[in-house]
């Protein structure tokens, strides 16, 4: 049966290595409908590989809390009830979204152990806003090439591991559909840019604002199958 091979890349985020999951299965009911086989024969037809480029950033943030706050602080919101709530959120569990909106917006969180920072006997105020802000805008700061390479590299790594997997497991001829979220659209472009060895991002309309005097003309340089053929073709073999 061809294949047809589909990378999940997630935008700003905490460390979730099943953030795909839940998308990854709507993406094949959707296709076994659309293309009128079983889910069987649908799991077959899309190889999926999730592209978490999370982890190496979270460490520094991890640092940074544990700075404002403690260690103790550092696993309480890292690896306690705010990071679960976001991957119920991400397994598509929307009633985690109200228990997450209480801990972002309590100033103090005093019968939490290991919250008294550096600044007072509380340490700063929202630490659950502090945190959400340390997540999902601290990814965009990390991700600067030009302040801190390694970041940047290290996102690279993580998306060309989970497209070498990818390979492994749909084939190295199957044509490659890639999903990206949001800031993980970025992280894509700027790979392929580097891949085919063009200025990285000066191209890309969003980094306009950044560089107002670069040339917008040259996209990146796609040359995918017909995606609707290669349905027709995996039915047709299913």
């Not at 999951?21 to 709507?26: I, N």
């Not at 590989?49 to 602080?73: C, D, K, T």
């Not at 909106?101 to 969180?109: D, E, I, R, T, Y």
């Amino acid at each position: 049966m061809n294949s047809i091979a589909v990378a999940f890349v997630h935008g700003v985020e905490i460390d979730d290595p099943g953030f795909a999951a839940r998308p990854a299965a709507m993406l094949r009911a959707a296709f076994a409908r659309a293309a009128g086989m079983s889910r069987t024969d649908a799991d077959d037809a899309l190889g999926v590989e999730a592209v978490n480029w999370a982890p190496h950033i979270e460490e520094r943030q991890r640092e940074l809390f544990a700075r404002m706050y403690s260690e103790e602080g550092v696993r309480t919101f890292f690896d306690g009830q705010l990071a679960r709530l976001v991957k119920r959120l991400n397994a598509g569990r929307a009633l985690a979204l109200a228990p997450l909106a209480g801990w972002l917006l309590l100033p103090f969180l005093p019968g939490i152990p290991g919250l008294r920072g550096r600044l007072g006997p509380r340490g700063p105020r929202y630490p659950g806003a502090r945190w959400l802000m340390l997540h999902f805008g601290g990814d965009i700061i990390a991700y600067d090439r030009q302040r801190n390479e390694a970041n940047y590299v290290a996102a690279h790594e993580s998306l060309a591991r989970a497209l070498a997997r990818l390979a492994e497991k749909a084939g190295d001829g199957a044509p490659l559909c890639v999903l990206a979220h949001s800031f993980g659209s970025v992280l894509v472009s700027d790979y392929v840019y580097d891949q085919q060895e063009t200025p990285r991002g000066r191209k890309l309309a969003l980094w306009s604002l950044r560089y107002p005097d670069a040339t917008l003309d040259k996209p990146i340089d796609f040359h995918g199958p017909d995606i609707a053929g290669r349905r027709t073709a995996c039915r047709a073999n299913g």
